[in-house]
């Protein structure tokens, strides 16, 4: 452990600053949002004593068991993506500017293009973007482009953050409006579209939906075709192991959240945005774009293509002011994939449903607490509560170490006193029915 500052360093920066001392710097943080201060020997301590310190102390940290999920996910991450992503040739490469000093980063991206289109069966894919709500924004934005008009169509169960991102998009310009598809049974209700989608840009959804539900999509890219509209869906790549895809529905723009695809859950990010489309919309898609070509000599080579874009040439048609990816998320997204493949995804997928339903069968056995919504669910899904939500899941993680899942009241009010609980791979029967006896004990 290592701090460069002297105390007299500090004592200077406090005094610049107007404090005290560094409690009178944070006395107006919450004191249990403050972590107490370390004992540590006045002594000081070779190598091999202060590791031995700190992994005790590291030791004591708890990690509760969770069953929070609404968009970032607790999975597995096999040894080897962080071995190879670890790999310097990769960890400490700048952007991609300069293609002939860059081949293996490009090829990385252009891999995870590859693997986009295949997954989501969508014909075109970039290089990748900051993260789901950032690529479901883009994408509307481009479908907004592509039909000249204002007004968007969405699905209540599209993730509100990714609403609250697409109305920060459009915040300058009051003249968008927002239309939501009515619920009936946590998923969108499709005989009202008829009387919505009369001069929409997009029908944008997500599947499964927030609050886990698996939407029902067929039919819906045809009922916006005849309405002159496009069709987004954001879709969760591992769900697409066993669920059809945006390609096979016939969605104009398909975007993803990429976290679970072999990236940790690390307080927000950094995550992973996915962002596909059909050919005819490529020039729409923001974000850079490797290609494949060949040299001079006729040897196969990668470069940035389409480049009317963000900081290259002509970027005043660029489509965005996005101007970078996540380039070593998307290798670990492409590593996972390539490690998994077709077979592996799908097992991966059966068994994100499998501890869900059972999880969903243990929980509404409990007197009080019911299924919400009776549709085909993924690996999270909504229960009904006879208390407050809020309440129970701060008392049992503060008293139990678990985290039992996300209230949606605040969210979804019309919803009541309902929980959002997800159970990924992750999940033994163990810790399911662990998760069982401690709401059937609070209650």
């Given at each position: 452990m290592y701090t460069p500052h002297?105390?007299?360093?500090?004592?200077?920066m406090l005094k610049t600053i107007g404090a005290s001392s560094f409690e009178d710097l944070v006395k107006q943080v919450p004191a249990k949002f403050l972590w107490p201060k370390l004992s540590l020997p006045a002594e000081s301590l070779d190598e091999s004593q202060a590791a031995a310190l700190l992994t005790r102390l590291a030791g004591e940290n708890c990690r509760p068991l969770s069953f929070l999920g609404a968009g970032a996910y607790?999975?597995?991450t096999p040894a080897a993506i962080k071995a190879i992503t670890s790999r310097t040739e990769f960890l400490t490469a700048y952007t991609p500017y300069q293609p002939e000093a860059s081949q293996g980063t490009l090829q990385g991206i252009y891999e995870f293009q590859s693997t986009v289109c295949a997954l989501y069966d969508m014909d075109c894919a970039n290089a990748s973007m900051y993260d789901g709500a950032s690529s479901f924004a883009e994408a509307v934005r481009a479908a907004v482009r592509v039909t000249g008009r204002k007004k968007i169509v969405y699905a209540a169960g599209v993730n509100p953050q990714y609403m609250d991102t697409l109305r920060t998009y459009f915040a300058h310009s009051p003249e968008y409006t927002y239309v939501k598809i009515p619920m009936k049974d946590g998923a969108m209700d499709k005989a009202a579209l008829p009387a919505l989608l009369e001069g929409a840009a997009c029908i944008a959804a997500q599947t499964p939906n927030f609050l886990g539900l698996i939407e029902d999509m067929s039919g819906v890219a045809e009922a916006a075709k005849k309405a002159?509209?496009?069709?987004?869906?954001?879709?969760?790549?591992?769900?697409?192991g066993l669920l059809s895809t945006p390609g096979e529905y016939g969605a104009?723009?398909?975007v993803g959240e990429g976290q679970s695809l072999g990236l940790p859950l690390a307080y927000g990010g950094p995550y992973l945005g996915i962002f596909s489309c059909k050919k005819e919309y490529?020039?729409?898609?923001?974000?850079?774009?490797?290609?494949?070509?060949?040299d001079k000599d006729g040897k196969r080579g990668f470069v940035l293509t389409l480049q009317a874009r963000e900081q290259h040439i002509r970027r005043d048609k660029a489509a965005s002011n996005i101007c970078s990816n996540e380039a070593l998320c998307a290798l670990a997204a492409t590593v996972y994939s390539a490690l998994y493949?077709?077979?592996?995804?799908?097992?991966?997928?059966?068994?994100?449903?499998g501890a869900a339903a059972y999880a969903a069968e243990r929980l509404s056995s409990i007197k009080g607490v019911s299924l919400k919504f009776r549709g085909p669910f993924f690996n999270e899904f909504v229960v009904s509560l006879p208390v407050s939500a809020g309440g129970l899941r701060e008392k049992i993680l503060a008293t139990r170490g678990v985290d039992i899942g996300l209230p949606l009241a605040p969210l979804y009010p019309e919803l009541g006193e309902t929980l959002l609980v997800c159970a990924t791979e992750t999940k033994t029967e163990a810790d399911i029915l662990k998760l069982e006896a401690v709401i059937k004990e609070a209650l």
């Open positions: 002297t105390k007299k360093d500090k004592e200077e607790e999975r597995y002159g509209a496009l069709l987004v869906v954001s879709a969760d790549p591992v769900s697409l104009d723009f398909a490529v020039r729409q898609m923001p974000g850079r774009i490797a290609g494949l070509t060949k493949g077709p077979e592996g995804l799908k097992e991966l997928a059966e068994a994100n449903s």
